[in-house]
């Protein structure tokens, strides 16, 4: 069993950043990969970024790449997502995940998401 708590999220005028923080607790932080996903208003959830166990790995949704990154700090047991360039169309309930694997598909873990809000 894993818990996952995200923090960050809020109001910010496009162009600016944000950094969302995910807080794992239950298990060791280190067996896991972990992911982000949003869900917009009237919209699917979709895939934001991944990275392994390690770190040594990331992967990003097209339409982030070049602006968000995504980190972890396994002392610290705290997934990261930097947010950087803001668009409204960033605007969104971000949630963390957990899987096994990389190399899984299904996230086995999930939070209850953060509000991110954009301006224009």
């Known amino acids: 069993q894993v818990q996952l708590v995200e923090s960050g999220g809020g109001l910010v005028q496009a162009g600016g950043s944000l950094r969302l923080s995910c807080a794992a607790s239950?298990?060791?932080?280190?067996?896991?990969?972990f992911g982000w996903f949003r869900q917009a208003p009237g919209k699917e959830r979709e895939f934001v970024a991944v990275?392994?166990?390690?770190?040594?790995?990331?992967n990003y949704a097209d339409f982030v790449k070049g602006r968000f990154t995504i980190s972890r700090d396994n002392a610290k047991n705290t997934l990261y997502l930097q947010m950087n360039s803001l668009k409204p169309e960033d605007t969104a309930v971000y949630y963390c995940?957990?899987?096994?694997?990389?190399?899984?598909?299904?996230?086995?873990?999930w939070g209850q998401g953060t509000q991110v809000t954009v301006s224009s």
């Open positions: 995940a957990a899987k096994r694997s990389f190399d899984v598909s299904e996230y086995d873990y």
């Open positions: 239950g298990r060791t932080f280190s067996n896991y990969a």
């Open positions: 990275i392994s166990r390690s770190g040594a790995i990331k």
